[in-house]
């Protein structure tokens, strides 16, 4: 059976390579007559593969001594609480950039625990920009500010690192990690679910610096509590295991390729073809303002709900699949993550010239 271009926004596409290689180890891993699937965690061969793959992600990202990086599960959404319950530990004040449903998500979640504002939002113009802010947006005594880089449902990306003073930045890179290189010491946080840009779903990342861990809430549960969790090395509990093996597989073909800042121009030059596109015409619309636009999620509307319907469906059709906007703003919305191969997003654009062509509005 033939593969398709996958433009699913989570789970999503993996690398060719790294699946056959996936493939290739499944049954046996190395000598040790055993699936990494059936590996004990505390084993010989899974240890070095747990810290290759941290050491890899260090050299990826060049993330500094003094941060801490954590393999861990529960998704980004449990991130939402374990974020206020081990950071916001000074004053009990927190605040949040609302710039999509996930930042607002997080926001509410984080309101049980504290004093927690939105210091800034776009939802007034349908979160089609990121809201623009100065260090002056925020609480000099905020614990931390908390944003959503990449939003994976409108297409938005923060165009620069927001300016935050001395208060701790935390952002959601769960759409966007690893798709270029981060200046991560400009974060005290940076967390993501690993199933859009870097494995299978059950594997969350978290990279904190070190003096922001160790003061989490008396209530926090040993699973969030990132002093725990760092202690015993993402090894508290067994780690989803297969995940982080499939991960470091990723990292390493990130690596070979050139690492982050070839990756980056990769995706400039997919996300290029079809932002060009789409401002060389006037069939599709794309909401977006350009200064925020993503490079990983593209959004775009012809206008006509039910030319929308059948775009999807033909597209489908074609093997371009999964191309149908998030069910709560409609529309359509190609992720064009890492492993998505330059020909797919042309092989779009094909289509959707052919579409325009074929569907003239007004008529159907
Ligand atoms: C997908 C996504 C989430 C939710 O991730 P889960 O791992 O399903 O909890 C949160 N934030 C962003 C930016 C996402 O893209």
Redesign the pocket.
């Known amino acids: 059976m033939k593969r398709v271009y996958n433009f699913s926004a ?1 789970p999503s596409m993996l690398p060719l390579s790294v699946l056959e290689k996936a493939q290739k180890d499944l049954v046996c891993y190395g000598d040790s007559g055993m699936s990494v699937m059936e590996m004990s965690h505390r084993s010989a061969d899974y240890d070095v593969i747990i810290k290759e793959a941290e050491a890899l992600l260090r050299e990826i990202m060049e993330i500094p001594d003094n941060y801490k990086v954590l393999f861990l599960q529960g ?4 991130q939402f609480a374990a974020v206020p319950l081990n950071l916001m530990n000074k004053n009990g004040k927190a605040d949040y950039v609302l710039s999509g449903q ?1 930042s607002t998500k997080a926001f509410k979640e984080a309101q049980k625990y504290g004093d927690v504002v939105a210091a800034a939002s776009s939802k007034d113009i349908n979160f089609s920009a990121i809201p623009a802010t100065t260090r002056e947006s925020f609480r000099a005594d905020a614990d931390y500010v908390h944003v ?1 880089y ?3 449902i409108y297409g938005t990306k923060f165009p620069a690192v927001p300016d935050t003073g001395d208060i701790p930045l935390v952002a ?1 890179m ?2 966007c990690i690893i798709s270029e290189p981060v200046d991560v010491s400009r974060f005290g946080m940076i967390y993501a ?1 690993a ?2 840009n870097m494995a299978p779903a059950g594997l ?1 990342i978290v990279i904190v610096r070190e003096d922001l861990i160790g003061n989490a809430r008396d209530i926090t549960p040993a699973m969030l509590d990132y002093k725990l969790m760092a202690e015993g090395e993402s090894m508290y509990n067994t780690p989803p295991c297969w995940c982080i093996y499939v991960a470091k597989l990723v990292y390493e073909w990130i690596k070979e390729l050139g690492g982050l800042a070839e990756m980056k121009k990769l995706n400039e030059k997919k996300a290029a073809v079809l932002y060009d596109y789409l401002d060389s015409q006037d069939y599709y619309i794309a909401p977006v303002e350009k200064e925020s636009r993503s490079m990983m999620n593209v959004t775009f509307v012809t206008g006509d709900a039910d030319l929308d319907k059948k775009f999807a469906k033909e597209a489908s059709d074609a093997g371009l699949k999964n191309l149908k906007g998030h069910r709560s703003v409609g529309g359509m919305r190609a992720s064009i993550y890492n492993a998505m191969p330059y020909e797919g997003v042309e092989a779009l654009v094909e289509f959707m010239k052919k579409f325009a062509a074929e569907n003239p509005k007004g008529e159907n």
């Not at 998704?75 to 449990?78: K, M, V």
């Open positions: 989570g998704g980004a959404s449990t996930f959503c990449n939003n994976t959601d769960s759409s679910g199933q859009k969350t």
